[in-house]
């Protein structure tokens, strides 16, 4: 029997060695596009259902949106109608003032504490992260009631939206609720509802973020959880510089069967000069109050705000309080995006439980970098 000579014998062991380390190496993670490929197609039993939600391709006459010149009217008179509700927005700070505080080195970034103007005559101090390494950087505004659990320093480690976007490379700016206290809103602004007020505290945020040489002005986006869900939602809506948004859990809709979908509170949109309502769900005890009245008595809901995101992309990830039926009202978007010529710019994860997780977050990180990182 004839055996190989020994450079076979060798180039056979060298073949198998090869095969043996590359079956040991750990599998190619999935791109940022494909992780978030999934999550852009409601399931089948909500696909392309409207529910009783009033299409936002109607103008208020009736009428129906046709062309992309259409909704391009039908979004002014919507943004009209709903300023004209909560309390028409002041000016925008286009250069808030930022004074830096406290510098230190953070895993493979900068955390900076700064104090940055909000609005006019408000100020608080936030956390700037800055990834190490050459910009300018996207970027992602990170509101909650505090500051310090976006950026990892507070008790809820998977609330830290900041500091996981910070890890991949974002320029991260958290804030916390203007005051220190998100049940007690800024005084002297009765006429104005608070949460709108948070939309144009967002707003001066992306410019605060715009205007730094860190960061690409295109490639800013907003995210939040629960009270800071809200807060992001109505910033992006409301302030259509905003590239990208995500939005944790904060009851994309009005639903007063939801405790903690509560729209009605006078932090929210419930404030009313006239009435100070008792917090608690909404009761024949305990009736709707301020421009939350007027919109249920009018027919309006959240899934209007949604459409004025449109073409932008936004990702709901969902809770107890947003369950997989929110397609329902998604679906509304969605038209508005079909009618403008553009698909998958509505993605949305659902988990069972309020707070988020390693896969939801997970979900909303690569959200980002497919929409914001080039």
């Known amino acids: 029997m004839m055996r190989p000579p020994p450079f076979c014998r060798c180039a056979s062991v060298a073949v198998l060695c090869l095969l043996s380390s590359l079956l040991s190496l750990p599998a190619a993670e999935p791109s940022a596009a494909a992780l978030i490929a999934p999550f852009f197609t409601p399931p089948t039993e909500f696909a392309g259902q409207p529910g009783s939600y009033r299409s936002p391709l109607l103008f208020n006459d009736g009428s129906r949106v046709k062309s992309a010149a259409d909704w391009s009217r039908r979004r002014a008179e919507m943004l009209a109608q709903w300023h004209g509700l909560m309390g028409a927005w002041p000016p925008v700070l286009e250069k808030p003032k930022l004074e830096y505080l406290v510098q230190s080195k953070r895993e493979n970034f900068t955390q900076h504490r700064i104090r940055l103007e909000l609005a006019p005559n408000v100020s608080g101090e936030a956390w700037l992260l800055i990834p190490d390494g050459k910009g300018p950087f996207p970027a992602v505004l990170v509101p909650f009631y505090e500051p310090e659990t976006s950026i990892g320093l507070g008790k809820s480690p998977q609330r830290d939206f900041a500091l996981q976007l910070t890890r991949k490379g974002f320029v991260s700016l958290s804030i916390g609720s203007p005051g220190g206290d998100a049940r007690k809103p800024e005084s002297g602004r009765e006429v104005w509802q608070p949460l709108s007020f948070l939309g144009y505290i967002g707003a001066n945020c992306w410019h605060a973020l715009a205007n730094l040489p860190q ?28 590239a990208a948004a995500a939005w944790s859990d904060p009851g994309i809709v009005f639903d007063e069967s939801r405790s903690n979908v509560n729209y009605w509170e006078p932090w929210y949109l419930g404030r009313d000069p006239q009435v100070t309502r008792k917090p608690g769900i909404v009761t024949p005890q305990n009736p709707r109050t301020g421009a939350y009245k007027t919109m249920m008595e009018t027919g309006r809901d959240l899934h209007e705000v949604h459409a004025l995101m449109a073409p932008r992309p936004f990702l709901v990830s969902g809770g107890s309080e947003d369950p997989p039926s929110r397609w ?4 509304h978007t969605i038209a508005v995006n079909d009618l403008l010529g553009t698909k998958n710019r509505v993605a949305m994860t659902n988990r069972k439980e309020h707070s988020p997780n390693e896969e939801s977050n997970a979900a909303l990180v690569a959200f980002f970098e497919h929409f914001l990182k080039p």
């Open 215 to 242: 960061v690409d002005p295109k490639r800013i986006g907003v995210a939040g959880h629960s009270y800071g869900g809200k807060w992001a939602m109505f910033a992006a809506c409301f302030y259509d510089k905003f």
């Open 328 to 331: 329902i009202p998604l679906n």
